[in-house]
């Protein structure tokens, strides 16, 4: 079989071209003249087009081709079809002797490859090379085109010799001195005017004789002239002046001269011109020095000292196109395009000398904020790697072009120092803040939602403040934007977080109609939404009635924890828990890849798996140990290897070598990680429980790797032991009645049994796929209307997303969970559960009761914490901007009450009696069924209740308070005509709204209920951007200044630029193209980068302009000013503070007292209770512990004595038999941490159990121990 390589592609397609003439069909041709025939006719076309030097292509060019070995052992020969016929092509090794030659390579063309005929035919010999030239000349074209291509690639990817290469690279690195280089240049000007001199020196000869022709032939003229006026004296006397020529004149007021041409002279310096009629031969020097036809001279050089220096100057030839002049030596005759080229060039290197000629930086306004917006990007170097990265460049730069007389001093002079770029920072985000007031202006907006989030990262306080409002993108397109406040330090009472905020919205309340309408922040810590909105009420830095929701990520999440928590147990050292395994499991995996590396974990799954497929011992202990997680790998197996087809493959390979990867540590405060991690252990179970074997087998015992394993394992072999029963099956089987047989009893057990961990990660994985992972999903999308970059802006839907939280849980309540299929892995591993006895044991009884327990602790915090925040009044009418029909039944039952109310509140006004009351009668939803669009996620289409789903939602609403807020009352009769429109309106739909406009409704939804987040997760992301910003350890001022940069300028450019790539690599024939552009990256996003700053710097002298100096300054002293900063005010307050603590009246309380030393058992005084061990124990008390030991240094006698003395009282009387010696170790240590709590000493309160090491002996026995001690510790 032959090797045919991509890159000999164009000389193989040519080849086969020029077979498909018909000159070729039946042909059998060795290599070498058939590459002869494609040279032939390439250079024959190329000749004809008068394209240049000729290309030859070679039989090794065609061998190659076709990849024909060097070595003819064999014959070769493959078919393909050739194109424009139906004939193939064979190519191959023939077996005929050429001349007596070898063995030679050919190539033809038949009918069918099985024509032996054909395949012995002799070769063709070529007697007339032209006959086939010309004949095959029309193929000729597309033949250049392919023999073109593949000429120019090869010549691309020749290799150049190591000698060649050697020779250029020393070529390039010895630069040549100025020196050199001038004098290489003043060689080349002489060469040339040498050149040009005896080119001068040939054409004066050659005029010259043509000059003498020219007189002779006036001379003669002139003699004929003289003749003829001497046989006519009439005629007059010979005149040594020429006539007057026709039509000329010196005289510029006679008119307008017509002539055929003009002549152009130099004259000792002096250039001048004559007219030169075609009719006329000769011009006199007379004529030529004649004042009148020479231009005029510069002002100051018409003196006999610059006559002496013009008459001086030589002259040479310069070109300029097909034309020619002279050109004063030491000059040079340029186009005016490329002077002026040649001019800006100067310019620029003299700009470029001058910017670097100073003591300081000289570089403008414009161009430092390109500098700023550049290394705001490096915020996790330092000052100064930033200014040596800038220094370095910009000397690498000025090398390459040649500008080394710019000295390193210079350089270091004129770039930012260390200082200015701090300065530059806040310079950029006074810059960024003014333009995003200047949008905010542009936006016409005054309706703003406000994110905030305190966080500590990098060992410091961040309290972010994130700013939302409504706009208009620079395409036009409807949507909310963002901006960071800042990200200045606060503590955490609600006061103090809501005067920092006043602080920080400063800027931006001065503004006409700036108001702030809406809050999203934690539920948790004393700057909880909850406890800051009312502070910042009081302040008047928000509105009187503004809104408020609390993070719905934070609030689903909990639920989750707390009850997943509160029933199945919590994570930590010690805890047997499914938490602990899935962390142990994570730890483990971390660690081999920290130790070893991805390939090697890599190639330990893949070790691990095809033991498992191969090893009959680990299947054997699999099937026994986790028979349903074993046969669904099983099952796995068998059905990939029954499939034959590329899949079936892929498949197999898949299970046995890709092993689980991006895993996050376990936490419930990190969102998702418990739960993805719970379906990778559910999924590898089999797989990571042998790794974990190997793994223990592998590495020494004791070590981390060991003691991870081994605490998996115990973990994963955890299960509940069966309760013992006398009674045979079939006594069991008649025992059962109506009266004891409860729900889930199920028949005694088989020797196989469900891992504990296994059966409670089945049930987690089932409730996530079934509920939780929709409802969070549906959280962090985007408003379908306002699309991507709106992630979290669903407030229009949240409120009847509410319902359908509460409904599909509703449906896993009472036992409903059973009939969803995700939950039928957990009812098959509950089979294999065994009855334990009690609860307490883990057995069938308590998973049993666990689901329920589950369900009822989620319950009970998603209504304190998801229901109250979207059923309450102040949220309640979002409804209006989601689903149509939802909306125009909560107008409709606004619109009955009002109403109503009204009506009663005249009858109650014409009563006689006062204290009458006028029940309204209740608005009755209807009771249909609707689909609610943009509310599906994965498990279908959501289908709600509309009374039931209405009713939930109002059934705590205060409607007169809700009549009573601004959205209502100022929209209210948009809403009238919303609830009694005929046809349901959709406010996102025109086409619905028959008879009324609705637009100022839409505008209030967008403008005052999208703003609204339901989550702070981008402000959370800001938290941890305030980690990143803050790396350098730079204060508080510059990290505001960052996060001010990156959310203005880094933020809103990443957006952006993915946009533009997208659009760049989009190809209508493969669209997947632009689904990969995740990211923007290396010169892409250079170029757009700076496309960017060059609109930003536009938007920032707009901004300069509209908001004036006054409120431009006030900017930068806001964002520069760290005395306007709260920490500032709370660092003086608490100074206030510590001065008053200093002088008041001193107290001393018992915890500041000496409380002594602790003495180590190395000192002395303590006995180690690793020294009490059954090895230093006598003979005689090892068979009897009861005894009185009277052996010196027996340490089971020593712990008997010590117990004894202490007074401790133990459960067990037999407790000397029955407790093992480490038991009564752990008595002693239980005893000593009593006796260290009661000590007093505050700074012991918080030893644990593990932290006792030794203890105080008191018994005579134990203190004898002690010397027993020094006399071990000396011998070692």
Known sequence: MLEWKPKHKHIREAALHLLGSPEAKGKLYTMGAFAEVITAVVNKRWADSNKGDSKKVTENMLKLAFGVPEKHGHMYSTALNIKGC??????GIGIQRLKGSARAAY???????????????????????????NKWRDLSVELERQVHQYIAKESKNKKKSKQEAAVEREAK????????????????RLKHLEDEKKKIEARIVTESKKTRESLNALKQAEEEYRALLQSNPSLGSLSTRPSPMMDYSNDPNNGPVHLDTMLRFIYKGRAGEIPLPSTRKVVLVEELVDSSHFKELPEGTDNEKADETRERRGYHVSNFGVSQGWTPNGSTNNASNKQSTKEDSHAIVTAIRDLFGGKQCKFDEESLRYFAAFTSQAYGASDEAVEMIIAGWTKALFHQVGLDDISARDIANGLPSKSLLARLEVRLAADCL????MEIIDDGATFFALVTDHGKRAGMEHFVKLLCWFGKDKNGNETIKYHCIDVDTSNHTGRDCARAIERSLAIFTGQDGFEVTCITGDAGGGAAVQHLLPHLQRLGAVAIDCSKINCNLHALNKCLESSLQDVLGKQGIGRRTPFQLLFVFNQLWKRLKEEAGDKYLDEIFALTMNELATNDVWKDEAEKKFPQAFRELMDKFAELESEEDDDGIDGLVSLLTERPKNLQDPVFSRWQTILKLTKTVTEHWVVIYFVAVAVKQDTTSGSYLWQLSCALLSLMNTSAEPIEDENTLDEYIESFNDNNTNEGYDLPSTKEKTPTFYAMLLWIQGFAESYFDDMFEFLMRSDPVLGNGSWG???RLAVERCYVMHDKLKELENGGWKNKPQFAPYLKALEKVPNAGDVSNAGKEFFNEM???????????FEKHVVSCWCSDDILHYIIGGNPTLAKHFAAWLVHYKTNEDAASLLAAGSSSANEDIEVEAYEFPNESITLEHHKVRNGDIVVNIRDCMTYLTANADIDYILKRRFVKNHWEQIMAMSIAEETVDLFDE?????HDFTSLKEAVLKEICIHPVHQQRCENYVQLAALISQTHVGEVRRTARAIIISTIIRLFNKEALEEKKRRVADPNTKDKAKKARRVEGADRTELLIKFLDVFNDDVLKAKRHLGEDTYGAIKMHVSNKKSKMSEEERKKRIQRFEKSIKMTRTEVKAEQSAGVDVTATMGGRVTLSLLQKQYTCSSCKKDPDRDCTAEHCAMAAVHEEIRFRQIKMKNKNWKKELTIQKKRDVLRKDELKLVAADGDKAKQGIKLDDIKDIKPQSDKMKAMLQHQEQLRAES
């Open 86 to 91: 139906n004939d193939v092509a064979v190519i």
């Open 107 to 133: 190539i033809g063309r038949f009918n069918s490859l099985d024509d032996g005929d054909n395949c012995n035919a002799p070769v063709q010999k070529i007697p007339s090379l032209n006959r086939h030239v």
């Open 173 to 188: 690195r010895k630069r040549p001195s100025p020196e050199e280089i001038e004098a290489e240049r003043e060689a080349k």
């Open 434 to 437: 003014a333009t995003r007031l």
């Open 793 to 795: 802006q669903t407030a």
């Open 851 to 861: 689901p329920e327990k589950i369900l009822k602790k989620f319950r009970s915090i």
């Open 991 to 995: 086409d619905t709204w028959v008879g």
